[in-house]
């Protein structure tokens, strides 16, 4: 059955399970955060930047209903612009 909200576009990404196209995250294992700071002149530090390394998997998962949706991970990082 052809959606009637998306004409035009066959390829959006919809959960399977709750039908969920607007919202999704991914999630990713075995982080490295590196977390910069400069100190200021009276004590305090003013954070500035924050740099990951992902050593593990990283999955995607529907933001409705928290299936995961990891299988469409490939296409889902092809279409971030
Ligand atoms: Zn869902």
């Known amino acids: 059955m052809p959606s009637a909200r998306t004409p035009g576009i066959a390829n959006r ?28 002149s009276d004590g305090s530090f003013t954070y500035d930047s924050d740099t990951y390394q992902v050593n593990g998997e990283v999955q995607l998962f529907c933001g409705t209903c928290q299936e995961d949706l990891s299988y469409y991970h490939q296409r889902f990082k092809e279409m971030i612009f």
């Open 13 to 40: 990404l919809v959960c399977p399970t709750c039908g969920n196209d607007e919202e999704f995250f991914e999630l990713a294992n075995d982080v490295i955060q590196t977390s910069y700071y400069i100190q200021n």
